[in-house]
């Protein structure tokens, strides 16, 4: 019985107690403006992106969340922009973030209204910098500087 507890014991803090993995996407439309999407639990504009699940790469996983969240169709890589690891860069819980550059075509729209209050194309100059959710701020500078990061 104290083994069996035990191995239990290690399996929950496996599973509980390790940081999350997700992906990020900054989805780049033709004209170069970048898909935000804004979320009906904090009311701040957010990159498309969530949790990688059970038997996904991180590539499936973004392609899905951006379908799911904006409604846009991957059309390939267009660069890693970073991995983000800080333990408080996300409020819900600690997660690991891989931030990928994509190309897209379709037109954004909130594709999950329980989650996505509004989708939108925004110009560099036209982004909503002071109204970001998350570290988000952040993925969108390294990726403007041109810089792949491991933060």
Not at 76 to 85: A, M, N, P, W
Not at 108 to 135: G, K, N, V
Request: glycine fraction near 8%; charged fraction near 25%.
């Amino acid at each position: 019985m104290a083994y069996f507890t035990h191995v239990l014991r290690t399996l929950v803090g496996l599973i509980l107690r390790r940081p999350i993995l997700g992906t990020c996407v900054i989805p780049l439309m033709a004209d170069d403006t970048i898909v935000l999407v804004l979320r009906r639990d904090n009311g701040l504009w957010s990159l498309p992106g969530g949790i990688v699940d059970w038997g996904e790469d991180v590539m499936t996983a973004a392609a899905r969340e951006l379908k799911e969240e904006a409604g846009l169709d991957t059309v390939g890589l267009d660069r890693l922009v970073g991995v983000y690891s800080q333990p408080k860069r996300d409020p819900r819980f600690h997660s690991v973030c891989v931030t990928v550059a994509v190309r897209v075509t379709g037109k954004p729209y909130p594709a999950d209204p329980r989650e996505i209050l509004e989708a939108r194309s925004f110009t560099p100059d036209d982004l909503p910098w002071d109204r970001l959710s998350h570290d988000h701020r952040q993925h969108l500078q390294d990726f403007f500087r041109g810089e792949t990061v491991l933060a």
